[in-house]
């Protein structure tokens, strides 16, 4: 399952990865069952194949790419920090291409102000038998998060393919933002012009908002987010401001008021 | 065997799962998020226990079993069940002080008024307190008809328990659902063969 990659050095920050012993088998996956070692588990349940990603709404050139085009654009590793809402971090070197490079594909028209994703739908997957969120999974970005160079497709994790337990074949991550927010298994990518709503803001509004950037300063309604613990370690560290992220996504932001629009 | 023997092999038999997750945490077999595993273990424990402790009232009143010749006296049964129930809920609260907390008690002091499913575990633990030291038959003498006013307490403790768990999960509510069920089942069982 290896992929062809090049390690990009503008992201290879000296952090100390977690053990891939950890990534791959603690994992909020709902759609494979809501506890972390289910998603693991029930691994096979996920059926990967032919897949395909539909990108359609306000831009000139609605295309549906097949997996194998996705994996012939460049792919790059990433280091990136990843932060749970549930207060603990993992450390993950990525595979995968800038979103943006996908979306000028399509040329999204000056009415594209927003992006939504939406995950598998499948009978056989065993979590989707419950109606614990608003299957499929959705979830969203403000157009100019979603162009952000930080923002990645990722195809692969520890340099091979992504199991099916982190998100197969193709999932997002937005390293500012909670772990939440970088849907897994992703089959539609939809440029809207209306904010889109996720579907944790539809199960919870009180407790995720549509931006959910990870910021210490601003508590889970049940849960402090000051700090963080490291998979496989005892003792919590201080989380960073946008996740460590503040000189390159801060600008995204400025002015707004981060307790409002958490 | 001697009464005493009992309690001592009964007791250790209710230690065996924290005997389980000391042994893991030696052998750093605790998995990704080794607090949360322990917390979550000691927790369920806890839950499981107080189960435990409130079914001997039924089972003795559907099956009258004669608890001398299969074990011990039904209240020595009943004695180590919940006493066993408090050690796991002290054993949460310390990985929640200590790895969760880092013993600090300005942390801890703000969680607990912030949180409200810290609060409602924190006070259950506190009001669990009474109810261990007066578990022994010479305090049983001294309350008279008083300790088992005092000691009907552990079923709103119990459903205070269960609550702390239900207020923390995100979204899956089953597995607190089932605790609730079966505590709604045993408090059922009292009510009809009071009346």
């Known amino acids: 399952n290896a992929l062809d990659f090049s390690k990009n050095p503008d992201y290879q920050p000296r952090l100390k990865l977690t053990d891939p012993e950890h990534a791959l088998h603690y994992n909020n996956f709902y759609e494979l069952g809501t506890s972390k070692e289910d998603p693991f588990r029930n691994a096979d349940k996920l059926n990967t194949d032919n897949w395909k990603v539909v990108i359609e709404g306000e831009c000139s050139k609605p295309t549906t790419f097949d997996m194998d085009d996705l994996l012939k654009l460049e792919q790059e590793e990433r280091i990136y920090r990843f932060r749970c809402v549930e207060g603990w971090s993992m450390v993950v070197p990525w595979i995968g291409f800038p979103l943006a490079k996908l979306l000028k594909q399509v040329q999204p028209t000056s009415k594209a102000k927003f992006v939504e994703f939406v995950s598998i739908e499948d009978s056989n997957l065993p979590g989707q038998r419950f109606r614990i969120l608003d299957w499929p999974y959705r979830e969203g970005l403000r157009m100019d998060e979603a162009m952000h160079p930080l923002t990645l497709m990722a195809t692969g994790i520890y340099g091979e393919a992504l199991p099916n337990q982190n998100g197969a074949p193709i999932r997002l991550v937005v390293p500012w933002k909670y772990g939440f927010k970088s849907s897994k298994s992703i089959v539609k990518i939809r440029l809207v012009e209306k904010q889109p709503f996720s579907s944790w803001m539809v199960a919870t509004p009180s407790e995720y908002g549509f931006y959910s950037n990870v910021n210490p300063n601003v508590s889970h309604p049940r849960w402090s987010q000051a700090k963080e613990r490291p998979l496989g370690s005892f003792f919590k560290q201080k989380t960073l401001m946008f996740n460590g992220y503040e000189n390159e996504v801060a600008g995204l932001y400025k002015g707004m008021d981060l307790k409002k629009y958490f | ?195």
């Open chain 2, 1 to 195: 065997m001697t009464t005493a023997l009992k309690v001592f092999l009964f007791s250790l038999l209710c230690s065996l799962p924290a005997w389980d997750l000391a042994w893991r945490f030696l052998n750093d077999e605790l998995g990704a998020n080794p607090v949360e595993f322990l917390e979550h273990h000691t927790g369920d424990w806890t839950i499981y226990f107080l189960l435990l402790t409130l079914s001997i009232t039924p089972i003795q009143k559907f099956f009258k079993p004669n608890w001398n010749r299969w074990l011990m006296p039904m209240h020595l049964v009943r004695r180590v069940l919940g006493l066993s129930a408090f050690g796991y809920a002290l054993l949460h609260l310390a990985t929640y002080l200590v790895f969760d907390m880092g013993l600090s008690l300005t942390d801890s002091v703000n969680d607990i008024i912030e949180r409200p499913f810290i609060l409602i575990g924190m006070v259950s633990l506190i009001l669990l307190i009474p109810l261990a030291i007066t578990s022994t038959a010479s305090w049983q003498k001294r309350l008279k008809r008083h300790w088992q006013t005092l000691h009907k307490a552990i079923y709103t403790l119990t459903f205070l328990g269960i609550l702390h768990y239900a207020l923390l999960v995100k979204a899956d509510l089953f597995q607190p659902l089932i605790y609730l069920s079966l505590f709604a089942i045993l408090m059922l069982l009292r009510i009809r063969f009071d009346s």
